[in-house]
């Protein structure tokens, strides 16, 4: 069955005359509650057959800003029942509820249970009211989503919840995530339905649709913008017609759409056109998701499985045996597991494991730090290694993504504990063959115990692809047989489960000479018989160079290919390239890596040295601090890293500057030039302004941040009082996008010399050039880059 959402909300009630610049739209149900219903039949009418709520901004961090958060419940009854009222039977009820606004730290300033707060009250209170479904809509950023979808689960357990990510033109939200990433994290965790809305116009969205379609196995849905709006004779226009939205229906539904409806700048008419559009189409079968074990990060996806590459886990986020790191772990400073996370990844980790297993330190805290910490790092997925059921609800709170779970053991307490954890984070889990009667020694035993956690597994509602097999490996110094039991299992893995197979290596050769031939030689044979991804030192080459042989040998690199390149006579070296970080010994290269890195603890430090050893500041800046930067922008519109790690490289860059103006004030960097910002008069989502905001100050510019709902008399005030270089604008409403316009002209009135950037979601460069800004900026990294373009800054 296909199901036709309606449209959109503010931009009919602004049309009407109703919604005026400035109010608060969700007030209207309980001021206006007639033309609630009369929007919500008008839908109907034109062949809605579920209705959203008039409820978007009606949660308590939204409707603080209006003074209203004590209005909540009444606001939120009141949409439900204006919505019953136009339903009378003939449409299910949607309860939206959009973004808070706010970013989860560490990449904003609120926590994770705090916005779980926030949507569980409003989604108890939508349930309360009795929608049919609780919808999700607009988020940009994956965990903000996770949070959102645990509340409504715990919130209404009965009622299903869509999930819809808005997506930018490159495909990813604005934090990263693409829609594979999305749909895989999204339906482990139980989204009844995955979609996308607002972003831009159908035919922007039909990939993003086909992605989603093919990646998880629940419903799509989608509702697109009326295109990117036009300014025409003052007005805002969007360009899309009843009649083209019309044309674009039948692509989402093949795509893999079952739910169709419309966002920013549809009416009643564009919705009458889909829903003719679409009335007679049979539903396309969906290609079945890859079956393979899957784990993501907020922007990267790895698969596991016998007929893909081998995947290395990289081991060395552990203080097991290593002193300096727990010593580390403990006071505090998780420096080091930030660089072990970096130099893994860049040695060829595929997945991360992350142990905080020191003694005497709170153990959930120190594995919610590290969690937070690496993620926004590294864009390599997670395996969260602990014994302790806090700590790894802890790490798989925090995580943005879906996690391996390290690990799953037969034993009663880890059963109890774990598993439901594994099902309600959407994790997946290592399987350890081990029980309370103790070590396994055979491979026959192993399979029994395997057997119990995975039936015990899927009594919680875990499936197939949710599991990785540990192998168990002990020691030939102590067994003779031991290798070889673990090599036969490796074999009854692949033939009993199918599931991907994994183990640590080293400890087979524990008490023996010359460690590293047996680990290697070990190594190889397992591979061999089954082993798909070694947990492993990834800067160990006789491993690696074992990995590369073996992987031509069997059949994983087809014609010895990959084996080639690196060993052809054009190689330098005869052994596999290992990245390592910068010589710390040029110490300005050093700072430069700290940027890049994100190393905001430690680049103060290495400031400090350099300006005692001679360099002045105008070289540190120049040479490391914007030769970084310039690499993270470089980084960032090729796509290999996204807005936490730009955010992070701008916050070691402004710990860089604070040390220079303390140390040296006379010689401290002068800003770059004044920037005033705001986001216009009736917009209450300042968001992407405070992203913009914090990557121009942190790059040196002297900002004036004005906040948002701001009106133009205070934006020209403020350039003018302070001289400003640039005003930067911001509008991420249809409806308030015309005060891009009206601010610049108020601006040309007054005299301001200021050069204008402007920005959002609904912005574009034709709208910008038509309002006579002198810039457009995407984003906050186009933003800094225009800033100085336009100052003629190198």
């Not at 395996?383 to 690990?407: C, F, H, Q, V």
Request: glycine share 8%; net charge negative.
């Amino acid at each position: 069955m296909i199901n036709i959402f309606d449209g959109a909300t503010g931009t009919i009630l602004q049309a009407q005359g109703i919604l005026k610049t400035g109010m608060c739209p969700e007030l209207l149900n309980l001021q206006e509650s007639a033309a609630i219903i009369k929007m919500h039949k008008d839908y109907i009418t034109a062949g809605s057959t579920v209705i959203e709520t008039n409820t978007f901004g009606a949660s308590s961090i939204k409707l603080a800003h209006y003074n209203l958060s004590d209005k909540v419940r009444e606001i939120n009854l009141a949409a439900v029942k204006n919505a019953r009222s136009a339903a009378d039977g003939k449409a299910k009820i949607a309860g939206s509820m959009g973004p808070t606004g706010r970013f989860i730290e560490p990449l904003g300033d609120i926590s994770f249970d705090e916005v779980y707060n926030v949507y569980f009250t409003q989604a108890s209170i939508l349930a309360e009211g009795g929608v049919d479904y609780l919808l999700i809509e607009t988020c940009i950023d994956l965990q903000e989503m996770r949070a959102a979808l645990l509340a409504c689960k715990a919130a209404a357990p009965q009622i299903p919840v869509i999930c819809q990510m808005s997506y930018s033109e490159d495909g990813r939200t604005v934090t990263g995530t693409d829609a594979q990433t999305a749909a895989i994290t999204l339906e482990a965790m139980g989204a009844s339905i995955i979609g996308a809305n607002c972003s831009t116009g159908p035919e922007q969205l039909i990939p993003i649709v086909k992605t989603l379609a093919q990646n998880c196995r629940c419903p799509i849905s989608v509702q697109p913008n009326a295109g990117m709006p036009h300014l025409v004779d003052g007005k805002t226009i969007f360009p899309m017609s009843p009649a083209d939205m019309g044309k674009w229906a039948p692509k989402l539904i093949e795509a893999g759409a079952t739910f169709i409806g419309g966002c920013c700048g549809t009416t009643p008419q564009h919705i009458a056109a889909v829903k003719e559009a679409v009335t007679g189409l049979s539903i396309p079968a969906r290609t079945a998701p890859s079956a393979h074990l899957a784990l993501t990060s907020r922007s990267k996806t790895i698969f596991v499985g016998s007929d893909l590459p081998t995947r290395l886990i990289g081991e060395r986020i552990n203080p097991t045996g290593r002193k300096k790191l727990g010593a580390e772990i403990k006071n505090g400073s998780f420096l080091s597991v930030k660089k072990e996370a970096v130099e893994q990844t860049n040695a060829g980790a595929d997945i991360l494991d992350v142990n905080m297993g020191v003694a005497g330190i709170d153990q959930v805290a120190a594995m919610e730090k590290a969690i937070r910490e690496v993620s926004q790092i590294v864009a390599t997925p997670l395996a969260i290694d602990t014994s302790d059921p806090a700590s790894l609800e802890a790490g798989l709170k925090a995580y943005p993504g879906r996690a391996l779970i390290n690990s799953v053991s037969a034993e009663p307490d880890r059963l109890k504990y774990f598993l439901p954890l594994a099902k309600k984070y959407g994790a997946a889990i290592l399987c350890l063959p081990l029980s309370d009667k103790g070590l396994p020694k055979t491979a026959a035993a192993r399979i029994e115990i395997l057997h119990t956690i995975i039936n015990e597994a899927k009594k919680h509602g875990l499936k197939d692809s949710d599991f990785m097999l540990d192998g168990l490996v002990m020691t030939i110094a102590a067994d003779k047989t031991a290798a070889l039991e673990v090599l036969q299992a490796l074999k009854l893995y692949r033939s009993e489960f199918g599931y991907p197979a994994t183990m640590g290596l080293s400890n087979i050769s524990f008490g023996l000479p010359n460690r590293p031939l047996i680990n290697s030689t070990f190594f190889a044979m397992c591979l061999a018989a089954g082993l798909d991804a070694p947990i492993m030192n990834p800067y160990d080459e006789s491993m690696k160079n074992s990995l590369l042989a073996s992987a031509a040998i069997i059949g994983k690199d087809p014609s010895g290919q990959h084996y080639s390149l690196i060993y052809s006579s054009q190689s330098q070296e005869n052994t596999l390239p290992v990245n390592t970080p910068a010589d710390t010994n040029d110490i300005i290269a050093a700072i430069k890596h700290c940027i890049i890195t994100g190393e905001k603890e430690n680049v103060a430090a290495m400031v400090e040295t350099a300006l005692k050893d001679g360099h002045s500041s105008n070289e540190i800046t120049e040479d490391a601090l914007t030769a970084a930067m310039n690499d993270v922008g470089k980084s960032f519109a090729a796509k290999k890293i996204f807005l936490p790690q730009v955010m992070l490289s701008a916050e070691a860059m402004r710990e860089a500057f604070l040390k220079i103006k303390e140390v040296l004030p006379a010689q401290a960097v002068t800003s770059k030039g004044t920037v005033v910002i705001a986001t216009v008069k009736g917009d209450i989502h300042d968001l992407g302004k405070n992203i913009v905001s914090a990557l121009l100050e942190n790059n040196g510019f002297n900002l004036i941040d004005l906040g948002k709902d701001v009106d133009a008399e205070e934006i020209v005030r403020a350039a003018l009082e302070n001289n400003a270089d640039i005003v930067g604008l911001c509008s991420l409403m249809t409806t308030t996008i015309s005060q891009i316009d009206d601010v610049i002209a108020a601006l040309k009135k007054a005299g301001s010399k200021a050069q204008v950037i402007v920005g959002g979601a609904v912005l574009t460069q034709e709208y910008a050039d038509s309002a006579g800004a002198d810039a457009y900026a995407q984003d906050g990294v186009i933003a800094v880059k225009l800033a100085k373009a336009l100052l003629k800054i190198s």
